[in-house]
């Protein structure tokens, strides 16, 4: 290695002493040239090219404009970045550039005011310090909280936390001013109960802040949390929520009732004239004290009788306090020289000898108490008034010959059978047992047997009932004259078959006569030896009658076939 290192040397050297001296001067150059733009550059690139003169996005052009003239005023050269930030060449002229800005009031509006407090390097802190800094903490602490709510698209809190006082006359509240901006469609405005979950979690948060000294507003200028006044509204408010409970225990008893009745008695026929509840909307809280004896011995379960000992209460304390006396007692005597002030019905009892004795026992004995608190409804049911009514039901009347009988108005003739005493009884006792009647509440429920007027109903029935008898009578006069039509058709195509037939036949016969009559004539003038000349068609008459003849001789079923599609065509 170090040979290698001194053959480096001796190259290094030998070259060196071959140049010359200006070669040796442009290299010497070169290399100091090198390390001093090293060395400019560390420096410079160890200090930030810009500061940020305020670590917030100005989005206000005009805001933008009057502070970048002010800036211009003061010779403080700046730019402007495309975030939004203004920047300064150093820290020192960003600092400059910040007190004229907080003089000329051109903050920001995105801007922390707190960061003066925070974001200042000291030394040390003090309490100021850390208060502000606390502060800050639960102003955005609570400003994250609430902007999380779902009704809730932005808000600003600011709190007022006086210095601690020696005197507590002297001491300042504790107050709070909230800006809430809500998301679009909600109700915090008009729900009082979200507004006073607001108040809770600010007032919870705060130390010493009450409900009272907090002020929760909107963008528009309006008081939210201004409770005041409101009584008669949350009165209305409760009513409204009575009656809807109201109305929602009537419909669920409403349907449990048709719903059981429905069975048996169909839908029509089953009605509720009127059904009231009358409820009592106070809330009770029952608190009761119960005793029951100690156990001194418990039971065996392993034995068939019972070890179980008892006893009302066991003695927790005892005191005995015994006293005796006997003698004249004390009588004071006035100053030397004056009487006493012993009054004189007891001057005379001065020189008898009395006697007194005291014997007392107190014990303390302890019993087994148990303290139920019981919570009642918000609402308790006082009196149910039900009225019901149900329809009989409606039969037609037939004829011996089993047609309904029609009036001449034109609707059929009913009959109404009213329901049994004994089946309204157990539709009442179906009725009382859904609604949970009760004598002593004062409730009652009548069930009752009304017929129903059906007249526009049985008018409906009727003539449905016509059409239906009408169409049928059409229905059969169209199928008997279709009937005719049809046999009448059948009859005639019979007949023209038939007389198309002996037609054929007639002709057929009086050819095959007529033909035998020509061969009998040909025959005769062929035994007379009478030359007689045939027509063209005549030969070929014969040949084909000579064909056929020997084709069904050798096929007679292809014959037969043949046959048989003629007359299945004719």
Partial sequence: MWEWLKSIGRSVRTFWNQWSTVKKLILTGIIATVIASFVILVAFSAKPTQVIIFNAAITDESLADRISAALDIENIAHSRGADGRFYTADEETAKQARSLLVREDLLPGQLDPWNFFTNMERWTLTDFDRDINLQRALKINLEQHISS???VDSAKISLVIPKEQLFVEDQKSVTASVVIQQKPGSDISENRSKIEGIVKLIQFAVEGL?????????????????????????????????????????AQ?????????????TPSRVDIVNFDIDLDFVKKEISTQEHFPVVITEDNPSTPYSEREVVPSIVRSRENNK??????????EGPPGQEGQTPPAYQDLTNLVGRYDSDRSIENYEINVRNITEERS??????????MVIDGTWEIKFDAMGEP??????????????????????????VEGAVGYSRLRGDVVTVENIPFDRSEQFRLDDEAWLRKQAIQQYVIWGAIVLGAFVAIFIIARIVGYYVTRRRRE??????????EMREAALRDAEEDGIDVEMSIQERSRIEMQENAKIVAREHPEDVAQLIRTWLTEE
Avoid: C
């Fill in 149 to 151: 709510l779902d009704d």
């Fill in 210 to 250: 009450s409900a009272e000294n907090i002020t929760i507003m909107n963008i528009n200028g309006d008081v939210l949390n201004d409770f005041e006044g409101l009584e008669d509204v949350d009165r209305l408010t409760l009513t409204s929520r009575m009656l809807r409970q109201k109305k929602i225990l009537e």
């Fill in 253 to 265: 008893y409403t349907a449990a009732i048709l719903e059981s009745l429905y069975n048996v008695f």
């Fill in 323 to 332: 006293e005796s006396f006997e003698g004249t007692g004390f009588n004071p």
């Fill in 378 to 387: 918000p609402y308790e049911v006082k009196r149910i008034s039900l009225g």
């Fill in 405 to 430: 009988i029609v009036n001449p108005g034109g609707l059929r003739e009913r009959v109404y059978k009213p329901v049994s005493a004994e089946v309204l009884s157990q539709a009442q006792q179906v």
């Fill in 506 to 515: 007639r002709e057929e016969e009086l050819a095959r006569e007529h033909q």
